[in-house]
């Protein structure tokens, strides 16, 4: 899926982690359209069960002790405000114009703070961000509609506190670790917003299948994956890489939703390919190699 020029280590686990993103759109999707749980009851099961399953893995390994002192409370209050601005931005926006909201701000706000710290976004990156959004526009635009401030509002929260969330683990020693510690640190957060609606949520079995699903597999192992991949790639190339994940969830729609498989979606996803293509292959910064902890490689 990615190109070998950013390392084979970092290729294999932005794919992973690239896979699990659009997996967490995939339950998402499902649970709010045909389970009928509620936004909120949904991050707070998906950020629970995260940590749980994180702390249990940490634990396994003998890194519990050293888990509850990773991570920071700012990851884990952005991992909260991403998580729950994103189930209740869904209850109103269509998925089309939800995902171009989430993940434009994801980009502008990664690739203003590459400017802010000086890393260079070449020309070539530009010109492969431009494809890429083309091909986001190919694919979204026929079903979007104008959204309504507040959802749009929700979104795009969403996506400057992934974008930032992402940021904050490029500086990541111990991906597994750190990552379990921000599911933690994000649990306190998660508590008030499940006080906040006690009495007014609404559980499913399904609701609550998909929550798990979400919080265990593609949150909570898809984030520590994430964690692992960004040591390897720039901050624009990781704002990039991140418009594959409408591709991947719309050619997971057809293969598990049965939705039709179109012209517009093989054109958009050629566009959006080839532009990630054209702004990875530009990587000339530091060695990507990386450990099964993350940790630098050798050289």
């Given at each position: 899926?990615?190109?070998?020029?950013?390392?084979?280590?970092?290729?294999?686990?932005?794919?992973?982690?690239?896979?699990?993103?659009?997996?967490?759109?995939?339950?998402?999707?499902?649970?709010?359209?045909?389970?009928?749980?509620?936004?909120?009851?949904?991050?707070?099961?998906?950020?629970?069960?995260?940590?749980?399953?994180?702390?249990?893995?940490?634990?396994?390994?003998?890194?519990?002790?050293?888990?509850?002192?990773?991570?920071?409370?700012?990851?884990?209050?952005?991992?909260?405000?991403?998580?729950?601005?994103?189930?209740?931005?869904?209850?109103?926006?269509?998925?089309?114009?939800?995902?171009?909201?989430?993940?434009?701000?994801?980009?502008?706000?990664?690739?203003?703070?590459?400017?802010?710290?000086?890393?260079?976004?070449?020309?070539?990156?530009?010109?492969?961000?431009?494809?890429?959004?083309?091909?986001?526009?190919?694919?979204?635009?026929?079903?979007?509609?104008?959204?309504?401030?507040?959802?749009?509002?929700?979104?795009?929260?969403?996506?400057?506190?992934?974008?930032?969330?992402?940021?904050?683990?490029?500086?990541?020693?111990?991906?597994?670790?750190?990552?379990?510690?921000?599911?933690?640190?994000?649990?306190?957060?998660?508590?008030?917003?499940?006080?906040?609606?006690?009495?007014?949520?609404?559980?499913?079995?399904?609701?609550?299948?998909?929550?798990?699903?979400?919080?265990?597999?593609?949150?909570?192992?898809?984030?520590?994956?994430?964690?692992?991949?960004?040591?390897?790639?720039?901050?624009?190339?990781?704002?990039?890489?991140?418009?594959?994940?409408?591709?991947?969830?719309?050619?997971?729609?057809?293969?598990?939703?049965?939705?039709?498989?179109?012209?517009?979606?093989?054109?958009?996803?050629?566009?959006?390919?080839?532009?990630?293509?054209?702004?990875?292959?530009?990587?000339?910064?530091?060695?990507?190699?990386?450990n099964l902890d993350g940790s630098p490689g050798p050289p």
């Amino acid at each position: 899926m990615l190109s070998n020029t950013i390392g084979w280590r970092t290729a294999v686990f932005t794919s992973l982690a690239l896979v699990a993103f659009a997996a967490n759109s995939l339950f998402n999707r499902a649970a709010f359209a045909a389970s009928g749980i509620d936004a909120g009851s949904f991050a707070v099961i998906r950020l629970a069960s995260g940590a749980l399953a994180l702390a249990l893995i940490s634990w396994t390994r003998g890194a519990l002790r050293a888990s509850l002192r990773g991570g920071s409370w700012q990851a884990g209050a952005m991992l909260f405000a991403y998580a729950a601005a994103f189930s209740y931005a869904y209850i109103s926006l269509s998925v089309g114009t939800g995902a171009l909201i989430l993940f434009a701000a994801v980009q502008i706000t990664m690739l203003l703070a590459a400017l802010r710290l000086g890393e260079k976004v070449t020309a070539r990156q530009w010109a492969g961000l431009a494809l890429a959004f083309a091909g986001l526009g190919v694919l979204l635009f026929p079903g979007l509609t104008a959204p309504s401030p507040g959802p749009a509002a929700l979104m795009a929260t969403a996506g400057v506190a992934w974008g930032i969330y992402s940021l904050l683990g490029r500086q990541s020693a111990s991906p597994l670790s750190d990552t379990a510690a921000n599911f933690m640190r994000s649990l306190p957060f998660a508590a008030v917003l499940g006080l906040a609606i006690a009495g007014r949520s609404h559980i499913t079995t399904p609701g609550v299948t998909y929550a798990l699903l979400s919080g265990v597999v593609a949150s909570g192992l898809g984030y520590s994956i994430w964690y692992m991949a960004l040591r390897g790639l720039s901050a624009a190339q990781a704002a990039i890489v991140q418009l594959l994940v409408p591709v991947l969830a719309s050619i997971a729609g057809v293969l598990f939703l049965r939705e039709a498989v179109t012209g517009r979606l093989s054109l958009s996803t050629a566009m959006i390919l080839g532009g990630v293509a054209l702004a990875i292959a530009t990587h000339k910064g530091r060695s990507s190699r990386t450990n099964l902890d993350g940790s630098p490689g050798p050289p």
